[in-house]
């Protein structure tokens, strides 16, 4: 089982969320976060003056996948996303050596689907 968190521009968080809810994922956690990377800051007027952000607004999905559905997760989340253009985000992967859920003390694989 893997820990996928998945950072994307806000525009793109409807998209992405409807791609992974036709692969079948049973479940995702939806943030809204703010940073920067290479996209450093975002220049714009405010009462006709210059204004540099340097925490841009980003979304974060946070959503637990068996091994089988990881490839499938990530093509779906990246062809819905990338624009091509700094900012577009990244994915992070981890191992999660146990899951349990709380309602019907299913573990493992079975505990998300």
């Known amino acids: 089982m893997k820990k996928l968190e998945a ?8 998209v992405v969320k409807e791609r992974l809810r036709q692969l079948g994922i049973g479940g995702m956690t939806i943030y ?12 714009l007027q405010w ?5 540099a952000y340097d925490l841009l607004p980003k979304i974060k999905f946070e959503i637990f996948v068996s091994d ?3 490839d499938p ?3 779906a989340i990246v062809e819905s996303s990338r624009t091509g ?3 577009d985000g990244v994915i992070f992967i981890s191992a999660v050596e146990q899951a349990l859920n709380i309602a019907t003390l299913d573990k493992g694989d079975k505990s998300i689907s």
């Open 85 to 87: 253009e700094h900012g």
């Open 7 to 14: 950072i994307v521009r806000p525009e793109k968080m409807p």
């Open 68 to 70: 089988a559905q990881l």
């Open 32 to 43: 809204n976060v703010s940073g920067w990377s290479k996209q450093r800051e975002l220049h």
């Open 47 to 51: 009462r006709g003056q210059p204004v």
């Open 73 to 75: 997760v990530i093509q």
